[in-house]
T-cell receptor, first 112, second 113 residues
Framework: NAGVTQTPKFRVLKTGQSMTLLCAQD?????MYWYRQDPGMGLRLIHY???????AKGEVPDGYNVSRLKKQNFLLGLESAAPSQTSVYFC???????????FGDGTRLSIL | AQSVTQLDSQVPVFEEAPVELRCNYS??????LFWYVQYPNQGLQLLLK??????LVKGINGFEAEFNKSQTSFHLRKPSVHISDTAEYFC???????????FGKGTMLLVSP
């Protein structure tokens, strides 16, 4: 049972490049989330989804887009990467919004 | 969204000493609270949760937390820490829309011999 799997684990981009981060969960969870973690800032919610085909903005959505075409996958896209998007990105999932979230191991993204 | 304040960014402690990590929250709805732990280069793992019932919640690895509604606090405690408890600890509260959590900025627990 893999839980929440994030791909890739590390990536270096140049300013202006685009990329997609993939999150896959095998727990049949309805809710999925993308966070970014920066030193001293805790976790901040970027976007989330309450079910297949739905997405919603979180606290820091600017510069990111998401899609949830399949229940098990939640994609985070950066259309034109900026140095301010250098961060560690975490995906999480849960069956209900009130229940604990299960986290992936993170993607370390550096933008030069 | 609700807010969570973790009063200490870093807590140094000696091995086998007790520790308390402080968390205060604001919430206008029925309160669901969580403590997560993050070991270096890993994701977050659930330590314990308060959804309802007894205000003293026991979690994994010997940690416990007490929900105090009047003081809007949910402090995490352990009577005797180990070197392996060195990690960052996050407090989180459910938001009023019921779909998301707000996390505190984290407290780094540094356990030394």
């Amino acid at each position: 049972n893999a839980g929440v799997t994030q791909t890739p684990k590390f990536r270096v981009l140049k300013t202006g490049q685009s990329m997609t981060l993939l999150c896959a969960q095998d727990m049949n969870h309805e809710y999925m989330y993308w966070y970014r973690q920066d030193p001293g800032m805790g976790l901040r919610l970027i976007h989330y989804s309450v079910g297949e085909g739905t997405t919603a903005k979180g606290e820091v959505p600017d510069g990111y887009n998401v899609s949830r075409l399949k229940k098990q996958n939640f994609l985070l896209g950066l259309e034109s990467a900026a140095p301010s998007q250098t961060s560690v990105y975490f995906c999480a999932s849960t069956q209900q919004g009130s229940q604990p979230q299960h986290f992936g191991d993170g993607t370390r993204l550096s933008i030069l | 969204a609700q807010s969570v304040t973790q009063l200490d960014s870093q807590v140094p402690v000696f091995e086998e000493a007790p520790v308390e990590l402080r968390c205060n929250y604001s919430s206008s709805v029925s309160v669901y609270l969580f403590w997560y732990v993050q070991y270096p280069n890993q994701g977050l793992q659930l330590l314990l949760k308060y959804l309802s019932g007894s205000t003293l919640v026991k979690g994994i690895n010997g940690f416990e937390a007490e929900f105090n509604k009047s003081q809007t606090s949910f402090h995490l405690r352990k009577p005797s820490v180990h070197i392996s408890d060195t990690a960052e600890y996050f407090c989180a509260v459910r938001n009023s829309g019921y779909s998301t959590l707000t996390f505190g900025k984290g407290t780094m627990l540094l356990v030394s011999p």
